[in-house]
Each structure stands twice: as C-alpha cells, then as structure tokens.
C-alpha cells in the first residue's frame, strides 16, 4: 500500500542554532561572491590573460550577482595595475583635417595644456610690446629712411637731368611721367606742342623717349627696393618676434624633450606663429560704414595652438574600470561635437570628446550586453576597435547624408583593454551561434549559476550576506530565526532541498520586505515571523489572477470536482507563470474510449491546441498502453483525451501520467478518486519521470481543497524524482501534520494507479493473462471485446461479399 510522504520529506528546514551569532550586527560587513566558483575561475583567467581575443562575456540569470562581482574583481586588480598614458590632440599644422593624437605620462596631458595656455596668454602680452618697442621701432624707422634716401635719390638724379634737357616729372593717373616744359617751368601745353616745328619735335620726342626708359628703370629699381624692404621688415618682425618666442618654446622643448611628437610640433608651431604675427598685434577697430551701423569686431583665434585633453589620469590610481551604462556610438568610441554660427555648422580639434574606450584605455570595460546590441552602430564599432587595436572617431552618419562634407579625421589611438560583456544565456548562445567574429573576440565565458549547493558553508555565508545587505542598507538587524528563515527562502527559489538560490537580487528584496513588516510591527530585530508575514505579503500582491481562477472554481463556473469517484476523469495540475508570479491551477482531464481503430486521439492535437512536446506524450501513452496489453495478441480501441475547458495551448508531458489513467479508468470501466490530483511524466517502459514546478502545482490543489474544506482524504500524488524539490509553504506543512491532506510520491505508473482506482493492477502471467480481479484484467477484457466484436463484424462482412457474388453468378 502506497505511503504518504513524511514531514521531513516536505520541507527542508534550516536549524536557527547553526548560527553563532545573536543578530547579524555581529558579522562583519564585507561579503564575497557565494557559490559561484565556476564564473570566478573564468573571470580570473580572462582578466589575467594579456592575449588578445580573451575578452568576457559574463552570462547568468538576472539577480546573481554578475555586475556585484565584477566590480569587486576588478577594483581589487585594477588597484594594483600601473596607470595609463594620458592622451590629448593638438592642431596638425601640415594637414589641417587631422588632428595628432599624443600620449604623455599620467597627469602630464593637463601640464601640458596649461604650458600652452600660458603661452599664448604671454605671447599674446609679449609679442605686441616688442613690436612698440623703441628698439624695434628704431631699427624699423632706420630701415625705412634707408630706403626712402635711396629712393630719393633715385629720382632726384633722373629729375635733375631731365630739368637739364627741358623735361621734368610729373604724376598723372597712369604713373609718372616725363613731360617737357618751357623755361618758366610750366609743362608744354598739346597746341605749344604741335605749333613747333618738326624738327624740335622730333628732338623733344626722342630725348623724352630716353628720359621715360630711364624713368622705368628708376620705377623698376625702386619696385625691387620696395620688395627687400618688406623682406628686411618681415625679417626684422620675425627676429623681434623669435625674440620673445624662442626662449620660451625652447624651454617647453627641453621640457618635453623625451616627446617626439610634441618637439615637431612646438617647431611647426613656432613657423606658424611667425607666419600669423599680425593675430598678436593689436587691431584696431574700423568704422562702421554707416553710424548706426556697429560692425561685429573680427577677433583673431588662437584655438590652433590649445591643447585638447581627451583622457587625463592626474587623479586616477591603478587602472581605469569603466561601467559604460548606455553604451551608443558616441558614447564608446568619442564624438565630434559642433557649433552653429549664422545656420552654418564647424567644428575644430578643441571639439573631439572622449569616449569609453578612450578612457578604459589601458585598463577594463564593463557593458550590458544587450543595451549593446539595442544601439545602432554600437556592437560592429565595438568589435571592429578590438580587432583593430585603436580607437578611431568618425562621423557614423556622414555615409548616410546625400552631400558629403568636410569634416575631421582624427589619428587613430592605440587601444588596449579588457572589454567584459555581461547579459543573459539566451544572447550569449545568440552571439556565439550567429557571429563568427564574436567567437574570436570573446573567448572566455563566465558562467553563473542560479543556484548552488547547500552546505554549512554555504549557509553561513548566506548569513554573512543578509549580515552585509542589512548593513548597507541599514535595515533592521536579524536574528537567527530571520536568517533561518531567509535560507529556506533561498532553498524554495533553487527549487531543491539540496540547493541554494544565487538569485541575490530576490534575496535582497526580501530582507528589505522583511524589515519593513518587522518595524512597522516595532520589533527591534527581524524574526523569522517578520519574514514569513514579508512573503506572505508578496504572494498576496501578487495572487488576485490566482484567486480570480480559484472564485470561478468554487463558484462552479470551472469545473474541478475534489470529491467522489468518475470514470474516465481525474485532476491535472498545470503552473501559470505570470511572469512576477508563479501558481499551480488544477485541470479536469477527461477520456471516452470505444470500438474501433483510431487509438489514442488528443483533440488538442486536432484542434491545433497541442505543442510537440505534449503530441510526444500521447504517443508515448499509446506505445505504453500496446506494449503492455498487446504482448501475446493485437489489441484495438479508439479513445478521445482532453484538458476540459482549456482555451489555450497546452504543452509539456507532465499530465502524462494522468492521461494515461483517465484512458485505462475508461476501458476497465473503473472510477477514479477525485479527491486526488496527480502530476507527472512517464516514460514508455512505465516509469515516473520528474516534472517542474511542483510545490506550485501542490499548493495550488491545496489552496482550492482548503476552501471547499479538508476533510484528511485530499492529497496529490507527485514523481519521486521530485521529492528533493518539495519546499511547500508552512500551510500546507502544517495540514499534512495535522492529517487533512497526503502528499504521496510514486516510481512507476502502476502505484498511482492503484491509489485512485483502490484496486491492483496484477501482473502479467506466462500465458498472457492477468489475474482476476485485477485493473489490467478488466482493460484487457475490454480490449477482448472490442476485439471480438471486430470478428463478428469481419464474418458479416465476408458472409455479405459471398452473397453478393453468388447472386452475380
């Protein structure tokens, strides 16, 4: 005779006295990750695995820990890591739309930047006082009156022989000119002119000839003079000018002299100083054309010569750990921002903005996996700067405008990082499948679990993390019976006696529910009734679904009988999962068998309401049925088997067990008890295989047999396999100690089966009979008639073809 289950057997309980403490304020607050020994082996191999293409991705359920841990990890082994290069970009006097990219030691980018600033800022001061200078004006008026006294000579010479011949100089508005005069020294009127003789004029032409190829070559040579003056001002200027700048560049090259880069380029500055000195004189400001009008005053810019500190570690120590949260294009890989002038758009190397891989550079990287994969550009950018080795900024929509612009292309920056994904197992298994690239990238896998093996070890550790959680969030503290009871909590989540939740995110939830009920009951710890009231509480937020479906049982609208006897009908548990909440919901299974050929038919399956595993099921149920009662002689029926008021799918074979019953109930004629529900698979051979969901699907039959009133006859009969994860709640515990309510647990199909029907299912004997008295003697009689009627049936036949061909001949 089959045994309901013990206590013992229902409920893994957690002895309080395990504990040393009183309270958790006796523990310390520091907390390790629990249980997770697989994922923290892998993540110590990838971050201390230098080649390349070892990069993490970190998969597990949400709520163990992932994130928590790799925090730690990190700041413990970054914080013993050597400090990155600083990176800054600067003007590219060679070519203008590629910014340099520098590196210098930590904190040096932002030196070097104020170098700069302090530069322009004394060089602005500096150059326009050596330009007013009385040195500089002296030596520039000298070298003017130099060239002004050769000048003048010049044209004094050429003036004084011209006057000699009866010509003098004179301007016109094509240029100088030679023109003759008369003797009081007026110019020689056209009618004077032509009043002369031929002979004169002709002399006058050819000596004015002369003298005009001569005033060309004075024009010339003072043209060319003009020119070497404004090369002597020029070389005066930039010697003034060298002057102030060259000792003050020399002393930042010498600063910087183990920089190669930024030597060249305080020499091409220094150039492009000497080529813009008017930026650094003082300009006056010009009237406006109209006096109403105020012109915007033009000031010079000396942006080309800042520096841009994109990544400064001047308060960094140890290695940069960077969690990037919204992980889009700009915001990995830096942007180009831009100002709006007038409606027109520009942009310079002052306006390059780091991005995460700029500033992880040299240490790690931390993002979710899939916020990844939900910006455009994102993941492909990201790869591609791994694979790459640099970190390149780029303007991502420029391929995608109808007119291209100009626009910056900074110098690429040697990347070298640790970049860590962490998502769930769906995407990881996603990328790994899907993405050839993702394989060579990302070859270390942190795995964690979701649960974990209960040990003292363990449990003291969970202690220390209710101990540490409590601390941090300044909650109440708990004493031994709390902590017990948050154990058990973690055991019902695992799902196993055995086992442990490492789903730390439901845990926390609950030391936060738990404080909350034990201070409004103004207890100055929590107790193990202040958490059980906590999850009481959760089940009741969550359960008006739940209730709702048991309303309707009781009130009759969903039929579910939990009492008497029926043929061909028994209780079905299935568990509706809402997502936040999970439940078990009884489920009236029904069979009609009759004669014919069809063998097992799920109207599911023809009403296209069946999945393939359930379709499997029913196949196994029919394999199962001929294996045993055909072994001697065929066998043929036709049954029917359905989920009674089900309006949706139906899926999964833990109802196997069940279907199986309601069809042998219906053939041999016997009832079945409805004050008993059953859950769970079979397998071809007859054996009880385990199912899900168990302690909802026990507890959802209690609850509707708890309303109708117990009466010590309702029970629910599960697989053995499954007794490790019975975790029921204290209520149901509480009834099965009291007598009201059984929990029975079976190996094989026969047992069940004996316990709805009161009777025994016999063995087969060596002729092929089963004893009398038996429930498999009564389904094989059936079968036998079934079976004899089909003989009948095929002589009548045959009786009627033979009459008809005698009266054909």
Not at 131 to 145: D, G
Not at 233 to 246: D, F, K, M, P
Not at 688 to 711: A, H, S, Y
Request: glycine share 6%.
């Amino acid at each position: 005779m089959l045994k309901p289950l013990n206590i013992d057997d229902l409920y893994q309980c957690c002895d309080p006295s395990v504990f040393a403490f009183n309270t958790t304020d006796e523990l310390p607050e520091a907390i390790e990750t629990i249980g997770q020994e697989r994922a923290l082996q892998a993540i110590d191999f990838g971050l201390n695995l230098e080649n390349s293409g070892f990069n993490i991705f970190m998969l597990g359920e949400n709520g163990t820990g992932k994130m928590t841990t790799i925090k730690a990890f990190l700041s413990k082994k970054a914080a013993g890591e050597p400090v990155p290069l600083d990176w800054c970009y600067v003007y590219n006097f060679k070519d203008t739309d590629v910014p340099l990219a520098i590196s210098l030691e930590p904190g040096m980018a932002s030196l070097f930047h104020k170098d700069m600033d302090e530069l322009v800022k004394t060089l602005r001061v500096e150059i326009p006082k050596i330009f007013e200078s009385k040195e500089y004006e002296k030596q520039r008026n000298q070298t003017i009156e130099a060239f002004q006294q050769k000048q003048k000579e010049y044209f004094s010479a050429l003036d004084e022989d011209a006057k000699a011949k009866g010509f003098a100089i004179r301007k016109s508005v094509s240029g100088l000119m030679i023109v003759p005069i008369k003797k009081s020294g007026e110019p020689l009127t056209e009618e004077e002119y032509e009043a002369l003789d031929d002979s004169i004029k002709a002399k006058i032409d050819e000596i004015g000839k002369t003298l005009q190829e001569k005033l060309n070559d004075v024009v010339r040579e003072v043209r060319d003079a003009e020119k070497g003056l404004k090369v002597l001002l020029a070389q005066l200027e930039r010697e003034a000018a060298l002057s102030v700048i060259g000792h003050l560049t020399d002393d930042l090259k010498q600063k910087y002299r183990s920089h190669e880069k930024i030597f060249t380029y305080l020499s091409e500055m220094t150039e492009d100083i000497l080529e813009h000195l008017d930026d650094f004189k003082g300009q006056e400001e010009q009237a406006p054309p109209l006096p109403f009008m105020r012109m915007q005053k033009n000031e010079p810019t000396f942006t080309r010569y800042a520096v841009n500190v994109l990544v400064n570690h001047k308060e960094t120590t140890g290695a940069p750990c960077i969690y990037e949260s919204n992980p889009t294009y700009f915001n990995l890989l830096g942007r180009l921002e831009y100002k709006f002038q007038y409606g027109v758009a520009s942009t310079d190397f002052s306006m390059i903005k780091a991005g995460s891989l700029h500033k992880a550079n040299g240490g790690y990287i931390v993002i979710n996996a899939l916020d990844l994969l939900r910006n455009m550009f994102s993941y492909d950018a990201l790869k591609r700067a791994i694979r790459n080795g640099e970190v390149r900024i780029e303007d991502i929509w420029e391929q995608y405008r109808m007119i291209s612009t100009t626009t910056l292309r900074p110098e690429a920056i040697p990347l070298k990082v640790k970049v860590i994904l962490v998502g769930t197992p769906y995407l990881y298994y996603l990328l790994h499948n899907v993405d050839d690239e993702y394989r060579e990238l990302f070859k270390v896998k942190a795995d964690f679990d979701s649960r974990m093996n209960s040990s003292t070890e363990t449990i003291q550790k969970y202690a220390a993390f209710v101990a540490s959680t409590s601390k941090k969030e300044k909650t109440l503290p708990f004493d031994r019976s709390g902590v017990a009871k948050v154990v058990e909590y973690g055991a019902r989540l695992a799902g196993h006696q055995k086992k442990l939740s490492s789903q730390f995110s439901e845990v926390t939830d609950l030391i936060r529910e738990s404080n909350y009920w034990a201070k409004k009951a103004g207890s100055p710890v929590v107790q193990d009734a202040h958490v059980e009231k906590a999850l009481q509480e959760k089940v009741y937020r969550n359960s008006r679904i739940e209730d709702r479906i048991q309303e309707m049982i009781v009130e009759g609208s969903i039929i579910v009988d939990t009492a008497g006897e029926k043929v061909g009908q028994i209780n079905g548990l299935a568990v509706l999962d809402m997502g936040d909440y999970m439940f078990g919901k009884p489920s009236r299974i029904t069979a009609k068998t009759f004669t014919g050929k069809a063998g097992v038919v799920n109207i599911e399956r023809e009403t296209k309401m069946s999945g393939k595993i359930h379709e499997k099921a029913i196949l196994i149920i029919s394999n199962y049925i001929h294996s045993t009662f055909a072994g001697k002689k065929p066998i043929s029926f036709s049954a029917s088997i359905t989920f009674e008021q089900l309006y949706e799918m139906v899926e999964g074979d833990s109802a196997s067990c069940a279907e199986l019953y309601v069809i042998l109930s219906s053939l041999a004629g016997v009832p079945l008890k409805q004050n008993l529900a059953i859950t769970g698979s079979m397998d071809q051979h007859g054996d009880v295989q385990p199912i899900g969901g168990v302690n909802e699907k026990i507890e959802g039959f209690f609850d509707l047999c708890k309303v109708r009133g117990l009466d010590g006859t309702h029970g629910v009969v599960i697989p053995r396999k499954n007794m490790h994860n019975l975790m029921l709640k204290k209520e149901v515990v509480d009834a099965v100690k009291e007598g009201k309510f059984s929990i029975y647990a079976i190996s094989r199909v026969e047992e069940g089966l004996e316990l709805f029907t009161g009777m025994t299912t016999g063995a087969l004997q060596d002729d092929g009979t089963w004893p009398e008295g038996t429930l498999s003697n009564l389904v094989m009689k059936r079968f036998e008639e079934i079976t004899l009627a089909y003989k009948e049936k095929d002589k009548k036949d045959d009786q009627k073809e033979k009459d008809k061909e005698d009266n054909d001949k």
